[in-house]
């Protein structure tokens, strides 16, 4: 089993900064990919970024070039630091980590409210 914990959710003013962490813990267990999903009220849970173990990096492309996801392998941790803030990225913010042979493991979210 691997846990999830996120944290860096908050309510912020269209064009701010917010950055979020995820850490995981439990299994020993190699953890490939690791990423963030959002899901808006009525809408489908979308993925936001991912990086794998190697650094190799994917966004959405409502997001690409104001969010930064990174990565320490070190700590089992991943960070998303979101600038450029606007309405349309207000959310829940879900951390996930696929684990070899184990599956897709996910945190219990962490809410993000941009006002205009």
């Known amino acids: 089993q691997v846990q999830l914990v996120e944290s860096g959710g908050g309510l912020v003013q269209a064009g701010g900064s917010l950055t979020l962490s995820c850490a995981a813990s439990?299994?020993?267990?190699?953890?490939?990919?690791m990423g963030w999903y959002r899901q808006a009220p009525g809408k489908q849970r979308e993925l936001v970024a991912r990086?794998?173990?190697?650094?190799?990096?994917n966004y959405a492309d409502s997001v690409k070039d104001r969010f930064t996801i990174s990565r320490d392998n070190a700590k089992n941790a991943v960070y998303l630091q979101m600038n450029s803030l606007n309405p349309e990225d207000t959310a829940v913010y879900f951390c996930?980590?696929?684990?070899?042979?184990?599956?897709?493991?996910w945190g219990q979210g962490t809410q993000v409210t941009v006002t205009s």
């Open positions: 439990g299994s020993r267990a190699s953890i490939n990919t």
């Open positions: 996930y980590a696929f684990v070899v042979l184990h599956g897709t493991y």
């Open positions: 990086i794998t173990n190697g650094g190799t990096t």
